[in-house]
């Protein structure tokens, strides 16, 4: 996992609610409903997302806890799969039949509603014999001290997290910033606020 292999590059997040005493029975249960499902059918540039286990991204049983807990640690990943088309070849495609249907049709031009049509059943068609493209994106939970890494600095990336956190385990993340560091140097705050440090949101290793 990426956790323990080579460097790491991530955000850091702060735990802003703290843990029920059954947390354990509630971690399982919300990784289970929130769980990584693929849908018969993705529409063009839909998402689909949810929680797989950190040791295969296939893997999405919840139910033994030795898989994703680790003494004091939560350790799994959130799968984001994502189907896209290559638009010059669709265009190309959906010329060469609007042009097949003008000769078959004896038309000059094919109407809007045509043009529409074949697109759409064209795309539909392609989608269907596509494999999305996959995404897994791990993260590391130190339940003790209240802190989350994240392996992914994309802002999109991290909002879907943040947004399927809450909605999975009804707990707020707070990005950390580099001054939350700085505690012991408190003679530094001062110029890395002024250097605009305050915006960024932690990483790297």
């Known amino acids: 996992m990426g956790f323990l292999k080579g460097r790491l590059t991530f955000r850091r997040y ?3 609610d703290p843990l029920p005493d059954d ?3 509630r971690f399982e249960l919300a990784f289970t409903e929130h769980a990584f499902r693929e849908k018969s059918s ?3 540039g839909e998402e689909t997302m949810g929680w797989v286990r950190a040791d295969n991204l296939l893997e999405t049983d919840f139910s033994n806890r030795d898989k994703w807990l680790y003494t004091h640690y939560v350790m799994a990943g959130m799968r984001i799969d ?3 088309l290559p638009m010059p070849l669709v265009r190309a495609m ?3 039949r609007i042009e ?3 000769e078959e049709n004896g038309r000059e031009k094919a109407p809007a509603s045509v043009r529409s049509d074949i697109r759409m059943h064209l795309e539909d068609d392609m989608l269907s014999r596509t494999l999305p493209t996959v995404k897994v994106v791990q993260f590391c939970w130190h339940l003790a001290e209240g802190w989350i890494l994240f392996e992914n ?3 999109k990336v991290n909002d879907s997290f943040r947004t399927l956190v809450r909605n ?3 707990i707020g993340l707070e990005p950390f910033s580099p001054l939350d560091f700085l505690v012991d140097t408190p003679h530094l705050i001062d110029p890395m606020a002024a250097a605009g440090m305050t915006i960024m949101s932690g990483g790297g290793g």
């Open 94 to 96: 959906v010329e060469k």
């Open 23 to 25: 947390f354990r029975d």
């Open 14 to 16: 702060r735990v802003l």
């Open 42 to 44: 993705i529409s063009k």
């Open 82 to 84: 994502k189907k896209t």
């Open 100 to 102: 097949e249907w003008c």
């Open 153 to 155: 600095t994309s802002a």
């Open 168 to 170: 999975s385990f009804g």
